[in-house]
């Protein structure tokens, strides 16, 4: 998206050749090369960047709440049109340990389907990502469109999950996450078996666990079941939750799930920074968790791992 390259091209300008010589190498392959698996076409997680779309004006008190919450530092805002039609919108990025944000604070109606993508994935090669979202099963709901140092491009697996896919010429360089963020993905019994044919061959994801029966009050629903699959691809980590769409608020609109050492501590940090903990703490399928909404409107889920 034209906010998010040109985002980059001042703060990496002196650490891009870092990737340079790994995209030179997979951005010339073919499209029928580079398809062959996910793992040729994803760049790397700290890559994969949860869009958040916040209110007007909110952006500079979101930052300042999810840097005190988990750490990390922010690009310089800038405001631009990021969509193919006319549109204006002050964005920004933010890198923390858990997980990158593409932050947008529309100051224009925002374009269909703009605003329904959870995601964006850089690509090794955009005709490759087309062809293998395609390949895959997935539909390209906005064709690949030009931005100043790239491309951009949103795709649709079944269920109607949507994913933007971008491509920059010259590569960004990115630490690596300390935790990698979890897709959070709700869905019918009708659709899932489509979703998990598109999904796991266009990511070239596995299964991790597929629980038919595992405990709903992780989803807000104490005293019933639901089934939880957790997939893990070189896109990152994926967790689908199939309900029958019976779900309390806030569940469903928590897209990205973050992981953290210590919940508690965590939860007080983000209460302190003026973020609200609508649902949780929860002890369940081996974490304690939590949905929190942060300044702006953003709903996440947070989450510690019992070890041991």
């Known amino acids: 998206m034209r906010n998010r390259v040109l985002a980059y091209v001042l703060p990496i300008a002196a650490t891009a050749g870092l990737l340079?010589?790994?995209?030179?190498?997979?951005?010339?392959?073919?499209?029928?090369?580079?398809?062959?698996?996910?793992?040729?076409?994803?760049?790397?997680?700290?890559?994969?960047?949860?869009?958040?779309?916040?209110?007007?004006?909110?952006?500079?008190?979101?930052?300042?709440?999810?840097?005190?919450?988990?750490?990390?530092?922010?690009?310089?805002?800038?405001?631009?049109d990021v969509t193919p039609t006319p549109s204006r919108t002050k964005s920004q990025l933010i890198f923390s340990p858990v997980g990158t944000l593409s932050v947008f604070d529309f100051q224009t109606p925002i374009p269909f389907p703009f605003g329904t993508e959870r995601t964006g994935w850089l690509m090794t090669s955009m005709p490759a990502g087309i062809q293998q979202a395609r390949a895959s099963g997935a539909k390209v709901i906005v064709s690949p469109f030009p931005d100043p140092v790239g491309q951009d491009a949103v795709i649709q697996f079944p269920g109607g999950v949507n994913t933007q896919l971008y491509w920059h010429t010259t590569a960004p360089a990115y630490a690596p996450l300390q935790t990698i963020p979890e897709n959070r993905v709700y869905l019918s019994a009708d659709a899932v078996s489509a979703f998990l044919s598109s999904y796991l061959r266009f990511t070239s994801g596995s299964v991790e666990s597929d629980v038919l029966k595992?405990?709903?009050?992780?989803?807000?629903?104490?005293?019933?079941?639901?089934?939880?699959?957790r997939i893990t691809s070189p896109f990152g980590r994926t967790v689908v939750s199939v309900t029958n769409g019976h779900l309390p608020y806030p569940y469903g609109h928590e897209i990205?799930?973050?992981?953290?050492?210590?919940?508690?501590?965590?939860?007080?940090?983000?209460?302190?920074?003026?973020?609200?903990?609508?649902?949780?703490?929860?002890?369940?399928?081996?974490?304690?968790?939590?949905?929190?909404?942060?300044p702006g409107g953003y709903v996440a889920e947070i989450h510690d791992v019992i070890t041991g």
């Open 214 to 229: 595992a405990n709903a009050s992780e989803i807000g629903l104490p005293g019933q079941t639901f089934r939880r699959i």
């Open 256 to 294: 990205t799930g973050y992981r953290v050492a210590n919940l508690a501590t965590t939860l007080g940090k983000a209460k302190a920074a003026g973020a609200t903990v609508l649902s949780g703490p929860h002890l369940s399928g081996g974490r304690h968790s939590a949905v929190v909404k942060f």
């Open 20 to 80: 340079a010589g790994h995209m030179a190498s997979t951005v010339a392959d073919t499209p029928s090369r580079a398809v062959q698996t996910g793992s040729r076409i994803a760049v790397g997680t700290q890559y994969n960047t949860t869009h958040v779309y916040v209110r007007p004006g909110t952006t500079p008190a979101f930052a300042a709440a999810w840097k005190a919450t988990f750490g990390g530092t922010t690009s310089t805002a800038s405001v631009a």
